[in-house]
């Protein structure tokens, strides 16, 4: 089976998002080839994100889960849950949010689709999923549970 990857782009809060589904559905891409995913690790949905694959490894020995950072010194809440880290070089032409911008398309660029948690329209999460739409990308949305 062919590996697929997933590019995890969602709000910085999530109030309303059902753990349970998010769980479940991560377990269902896997089963279907998904089995690296890319994450900037900025948000609750990126965290949750990575908990959630964390947790399927055992069953999954096959998943890589990826932190990439917009800057070598970024934050993440927990490093553990990621099997590696990709720093992209060509972020170093960028500065201050235009550094998280570039690489959130880098990261679209690399995926096969997009597991999105998005419920407005502004903001950088829904920039990232238009440019996930722009480059024809496969769209799934848990914030109003859409398949694109």
């Given amino acids: 089976m062919q590996e697929h990857s997933v590019i995890i782009i969602g709000h910085r809060q999530c109030p309303d998002l059902d753990h349970n589904f998010?769980?479940?559905l991560l377990e269902v891409l896997v089963r279907f080839g998904y089995s690296q995913f890319l994450c900037?690790?900025?948000?609750?949905?990126?965290y949750l994100c990575?908990?959630?694959?964390?947790?399927?490894?055992?069953?999954?020995?096959?998943?890589?889960?990826?932190?990439?950072?917009?800057?070598?010194?970024?934050y993440v809440r927990d490093i553990s849950l990621f099997t590696h880290t990709i720093t992209p070089l060509e972020l170093?032409?960028?500065?201050?949010s235009q550094r998280i911008i570039e690489r959130n398309r880098f990261m679209v660029d690399l995926a096969d689709l997009?597991?999105?948690y998005v419920i407005r329209e502004q903001g950088g999460a829904a920039r990232t999923?238009?440019?996930a739409k722009e480059e024809?990308?496969?769209i799934v949305n848990i914030g109003t549970y859409t398949i694109e």
């Fill in 129 to 131: 999923m238009r440019y």
């Fill in 114 to 116: 997009a597991l999105c």
């Fill in 40 to 46: 900037g690790g900025m948000g609750e949905f990126d």
């Fill in 22 to 24: 998010l769980a479940y």
């Fill in 50 to 74: 990575a908990k959630f694959i964390h947790r399927l490894k055992p069953s999954y020995p096959q998943i890589k889960s990826y932190f990439v950072p917009h800057k070598p010194s970024a």
């Fill in 92 to 96: 170093d032409a960028y500065s201050g």
């Fill in 136 to 138: 024809k990308k496969k």
